[in-house]
């Protein structure tokens, strides 16, 4: 396979029809761009002999959809900027297992609106166990 090279920094790599694709850098970053706003950019993989599988998706609005397990060897922060925002994990049987109301400052498990810094609701057998 021969590389494709572009000796300078305003140029942009274009690909497709309407070349709504453009890898490019800038100088001090570099980008991969869907220019047509309504599409969504996916990243997908093949296995040698496979079908194709997405892997993640990022839509119009910048949501981010990954489909496989994320593996992070550093921190990682979320709410840097303290954006009123909610965060939410979700458990097999249990939309809510633990939730972070953001612009509350509060924290829940088992619910989705707590009502106190450290919210615990378990309707089924409640137990809280502390070991030190």
Same mark, same amino acid.
């Given at each position: 396979m021969a590389d494709i090279k572009i000796d300078s920094d305003s140029g942009k790599f274009k690909a497709g029809a309407d070349q709504d694709l453009e890898i490019y850098n800038d100088g001090s970053h570099s980008y991969i761009s869907g220019v047509t706003a309504s599409q969504n950019m996916v990243f997908a993989t093949r296995p040698s002999g496979g079908a194709t599988t997405t892997a993640v998706t990022i839509d119009s609005d910048g949501n981010v959809t990954m489909n496989g397990n994320l593996t992070v060897d550093k921190a990682i922060t979320f709410n840097e900027t303290s954006a009123d @925002? &909610?965060? %939410?994990?979700? #458990?097999?049987? =249990?939309? =809510?297992? $633990?939730?972070? &109301?953001? +612009? =509350?400052? %509060?924290?829940?498990?088992? /619910? +989705?609106? !707590? +009502? @106190?810094? $450290?919210?615990? $609701?378990? #309707? /089924?057998? !409640?137990? $809280?166990?502390? /070991?030190?």
């Open positions: @925002y &909610d965060f %939410r994990v979700e #458990s097999n049987s =249990n939309a =809510n297992m $633990l939730f972070v &109301d953001g +612009g =509350n400052d %509060r924290v829940g498990i088992g /619910t +989705g609106s !707590p +009502g @106190y810094a $450290l919210d615990i $609701l378990d #309707s /089924t057998s !409640p137990q $809280l166990n502390i /070991t030190s």
